[in-house]
């Protein structure tokens, strides 16, 4: 009978740990039970709602439920690994985590920009939905790569390196780090307790604020030469990078869309606060037939980030959400260190893509001649598929060729002088 017993408590807690669980509450209550920063975090919700009525009214001037951005909002990002990291002489793993987090990036610039290729799915899903349509927050990811604090080990004033760290920083299992204030800092460590990741709900970068990955979640799995982040692979169902998806939409003042049933009149006030999610009082799991779950006697909009379902089955933001997020970006755009950033003004005016749609043959063009610079391809799915330095080079035009692949949307980016650019480019 005891032994009955072990084996029930045992697949049962098999049974949690394959569910997605966030932290964000958790962290919040840490945060409100600190007079210090709840006062902080009540002035700058405060804020938020200023700028969210402000967007608001413009976006009812313009007949829009979109961001109402023209520019895309850049956003620096640190990437902070444990401590093991340093203490091993492991060149080869450094570099494959370096790929990791540079993939981990590349993903959440499809899915907040609505890039990502799984949101074709959309076209069929949306007949059960009516009146709600998908959100693009209009924004750039970027890893910092300039002006790095002092003592970082990444060179100050100006590097060119990375803002990707190994033990430097977040030693202690820290939350917050004032070295790195002005930055989006994504920490990857093991955590406790079956927590998939947490982040504050409206993060401040002025206080060096993180959001907190497990390493098991983190990312997406390589492909190539260089696939050795043993230890950092990530795990199904938790391996397409959508765990940072959800907790950075924390971080930006989103809440989870089954934070209570809603009407049409307290939608704005109460559950999620926004008003194109359908109201739901219960997390889903899995991946649910889409518009069978019904929760709040509607049906769930199952594949939102701000759910708990598996990383296959979440692929979007609605317009709402994206606008709040905004609106969020805009409250906080003063504490981000913009200086950390390369100025992309010369490779946006000077670079070029044609044909584009293509048969995976085309053309980067120049305007000028730049000596350096390197072209890499990523794939919807966040493989690199294409890398290439062209050195001491006077040619105006590299004709570029992409062999084997399928048809569909893929990223192109150019970097030079520390300056980096990323363009769609569609493959028929």
Known sequence: MKLKLILAVFIVQIGFAQHRTCGMEQQMQRIMADPQLKQQYLDLQQQFESELQRLSLIQESNHTNKAVIANPIRIPVAVHYPSVIASTANVALRSCLTL????????LNADYNANNSDLSNWTNDSSFYPGINYGNMNVVFEIATLNHPTGTGLGFPTSGNPAITFGTDFLSNADTDATWAGYCNLVVRNISGGILGYSPLGGSPSSGMTVVIDDNAFGAALTGATTSCTGYVPGAPYNLGRTLTHELGHFFNLDHTFNGCTTAS??????DKVCDTPASDAAVYGCPTVGATVKCSVKTLTMNFMDYTDDLCMYMFTAGQTSRMTAWSTTI?????????????????????????????FSIQLKE???????SIIDSLGREIYNMDFNQTSDLIQNIQI???????YFVTIRSNGASLTKKILVE
Request: net charge negative; aromatic share 6%; with cysteine.
């Open 333 to 361: 755009g003063s504490q981000l260190h913009m200086n950390t950033l390369a100025n992309n003004d010369f490779i946006v005016s000077n670079f070029s893509i044609a044909p584009n749609p293509s048969k995976g043959i």
């Open 100 to 107: 990791l987090a540079q993939k981990q990036v590349a993903i």
């Open 403 to 409: 062999d084997n692949v399928l048809s569909g949307l």
């Open 266 to 271: 307290n939608c704005a006030t109460s559950g």
């Open 369 to 375: 001649q730049t000596e350096n610079y390197t072209i």
